[in-house]
């Protein structure tokens, strides 16, 4: 079993940063990829990023250019640095990771953070 404990959501305005973290624990031997997805309200969840243990990375088209997903292998930590936010980048904001190199579907899900951009 992986514990995914996501930080570092909140309330900002458009056009500003916000910095989410992620730290894994648990049984992390199998631990390849890591990354985001959110869902907004009414929406389905959507895949934003993942970066391997090697440091491949890839974004949805959504988010490419302003979020950048990072991991710190010696802390089990992946980061998802957001810049240029959108009011329609609010949503719960989920951390995952995966045994494989891809990330659809994952293993296991953090719990989710709330992200709100306002206009």
């Known amino acids: 079993q992986v514990q995914l404990v996501e930080s570092g959501g909140g309330l900002v305005q458009a056009g500003g940063s916000l910095r989410l973290s992620c730290a894994a624990s648990?049984?992390?031997?199998?631990?390849?990829?890591m990354g985001w997805y959110r869902q907004a309200p009414g929406k389905q969840r959507e895949f934003l990023g993942r970066i391997t243990r090697a440091g491949n990375t890839n974004y949805a088209d959504s988010v490419k250019g302003r979020f950048t997903i990072s991991r710190d292998n010696a802390k089990n930590t992946v980061y998802l640095q957001m810049n240029s936010l959108q009011p329609e980048d609010t949503g719960v904001y989920y951390c995952?990771?995966?045994?494989?190199?891809?990330?659809?579907?994952?293993?296991?899900w953090g719990q989710g953070t709330q992200v709100t951009v306002s206009s």
């Open positions: 648990g049984s992390l031997f199998s631990l390849n990829t």
């Open positions: 995952a990771v995966s045994r494989f190199p891809v990330l659809t579907p994952p293993d296991y």
